[in-house]
């Protein structure tokens, strides 16, 4: 399982070294005033939980409980500086044919100095890895614990323990009880009678949508995709947001336009790289802008959109898988139409 967060420590490193570390207010850790037990009603998979967090969960897949609703912002976007939110989250995943060691390295999501070398440990009865991860931020240490196991052939399990703002060890009594509840993934017995099955299609955007705002733009997208800053060359800044379909994206990148403030050049310019004849005008956030429609994989259309505004070029990208675009482009517009300079 290759993860959406690579290349994000170098963010992190260059965001610290930005704001400093000196005179950081030192953060306080959510109490946890109670432990619940989830289940997964279809795998079986499950553990304890801080019943005062909350808890986002995804029958067949996962459960994730964070420390507070401004945690699900951080984690999203890994700032440097922000709230010492905490995240406990347990998902189950086909293996594939992959061996343990393969998902654990696959898991990776920093770079390699940022992690321990991977350990043995016991988890349900079971033998399994544990992956050690910490960096420093602007606000003091993120840290995390990952262990991964298989009751079977089918499905690993993985728990992920994690804290910002040095605050991981204020939890480790309570993490330990937690991790000591874990209960793993098993493939639920075939069933011998029933021909309808029940599609396990990935789940649509959201229409609730939830606002994120940085580098001189805010936007708002469906609360159930996942932030990622992205490694775009020539970008002062990149983030693209995701569902459960890898293949329906928002992105937003942000160029320095302080030297061509032309919008319709680099338009012009840019419509053979898109295989585009047309371009067609249009506003975004208020300002002028053009949009070109576009598909470089099959099933798969894009659409993407330039404005200017000050020193900075806007570039907001669209894709979505076709046959679902009744799902997907009405929410995906309602986004776009979102859009705000800040």
């Given amino acids: 399982m290759k993860t959406r967060h690579n ?7 260059l965001s610290a070294i930005l704001f400093g570390c000196g005179g950081a207010k030192k953060a306080e850790p959510v109490a946890i005033t109670g432990l619940e037990t989830y289940k ?3 795998l079986g998979f499950g553990l304890k939980y801080p019943s005062n967090w909350m808890l986002r969960k995804q029958s067949g897949s996962q459960a994730v409980a964070f420390s507070s609703n401004n945690a699900i912002e951080r984690f999203s976007k890994y700032d440097a500086d922000g709230i010492a939110g905490a995240k406990i989250s347990i998902t189950a995943i086909k293996t594939d044919g992959k061996p343990l060691d393969q998902v654990v390295a696959d898991s990776k999501e920093f770079t390699a100095e940022s992690y321990s070398a991977p350990e043995k440990v016991t988890i349900d009865g079971t033998q399994g890895t544990k992956l050690e991860c910490s960096f420093d931020l602007t606000d003091g240490k993120f840290q995390s614990e ?3 196991a298989m009751k079977d052939s089918m499905y690993v399990t993985i728990v992920e323990l994690s804290a ?3 605050t991981f060890d204020s939890y480790r009594k309570n993490f330990d009880e937690i991790i000591a509840s874990i209960t793993l993934a098993t493939a639920p017995a075939p069933k011998e009678v ?11 955007p959201s229409e609730t949508m939830r606002s994120i705002s940085g580098n001189g733009f805010s936007i708002s997208v469906p609360d159930n995709f996942t932030g990622a800053r992205t490694t775009v060359k020539g970008t002062l800044a990149s983030a693209s947001y995701v569902g459960d379909r890898r293949d329906c994206t928002i992105q937003v990148d942000v160029f320095d336009a302080s030297k061509q403030k032309n919008l319709d050049k680099i338009v012009a310019d840019n419509k053979a790289r898109y295989k585009a004849t047309t371009a067609n005008a249009t ?16 099933d798969v259309n894009s659409r993407v959109y330039f404005t200017i505004k000050n020193d900075k070029m806007f570039r907001v990208t669209l894709n979505w898988f076709k046959p679902k675009e009744s799902s997907y ?7 776009v139409s979102s859009f705000k300079f800040e």
């Fill in 194 to 204: 029933k021909i309808d099955t029940v599609s396990s299609e990935p789940a649509p």
């Fill in 283 to 298: 506003t975004l956030g208020g300002a002028k802008a053009y949009s070109i429609n576009y598909s470089f994989v099959k």
């Fill in 164 to 166: 910002f703002g040095s």
């Fill in 7 to 13: 290349n994000l420590l170098v963010a992190f490193v």
């Fill in 146 to 148: 990952k262990y991964f």
């Fill in 40 to 42: 997964d009603e279809s």
């Fill in 329 to 335: 482009l009405p929410i995906f517009e309602k986004s």
